[in-house]
């Protein structure tokens, strides 16, 4: 246990064994999901953050939001966020150690997911997925799509696709409706 000038010791007290260790965090988030964010600081609703190495694989530590900036950084649109999370008692991070942080803003169940890559858009920009029909032909489906989950990979589809439909993840050179697939 650290001790430090002017730390009380009291002598029944044996030293405490700390396997884990809380360390502050200092990260950012983008402005549009400010009233989220604070809505949910403001109804004491707790927060969870991650954070993670600079590659984004190996997870440092979990931990919660505890308090915002009083304003937006006007030139990144970018709002500053304080948390603290718990780490292993072997994890060395050093001050103004770089981290990725995730802040899960949302838990969703059985919502239809797909992979970003099967997401198409039209020359209008619409939204759309190529779905294999029963008889192994494709049709483009319009689609409604949500959020993407943490990894990034796969995408929520609010409306348009059904949990079990097939979609074509890439788009090779002359696929259209009606197209034969295997």
Do not use: W
């Amino acid at each position: 246990m650290p001790m430090f000038a002017g730390a009380v010791m009291v002598p029944t007290m044996p030293p405490v064994n700390e396997p884990r260790r809380v360390i502050p965090v200092t990260f950012t988030i983008p402005e549009d999901d400010v009233p989220k964010v604070v809505g949910k600081l403001d109804a004491r609703q707790p927060q969870t953050i991650e954070a993670y190495d600079r590659g984004g694989v190996k997870k440092i530590g979990e931990g919660s939001l505890v308090g915002v900036d009083n304003q937006i950084d006007a030139s990144t649109g970018m709002l500053t966020c304080k948390g603290t999370i718990m780490t292993a008692a072997d994890t060395i991070l050093l001050p103004n150690t770089y981290l990725n942080i995730r802040l899960l803003m949302e838990s969703k169940h059985g919502v239809t997911l797909v992979p970003v890559k099967a997401i198409h858009y039209s020359q209008l920009g619409a939204p759309f997925v190529y779905l294999i029909k029963p008889d192994h032909t494709v049709t483009m489906r319009r689609v409604t799509p949500g959020l993407v989950a943490i990894e990034g990979d796969v995408l929520e589809i609010k409306e348009g696709l059904s949990p079990g439909e097939t979609v074509v993840l890439d788009e090779p050179d002359g696929l259209r409706e009606g197209s034969q697939v295997r």
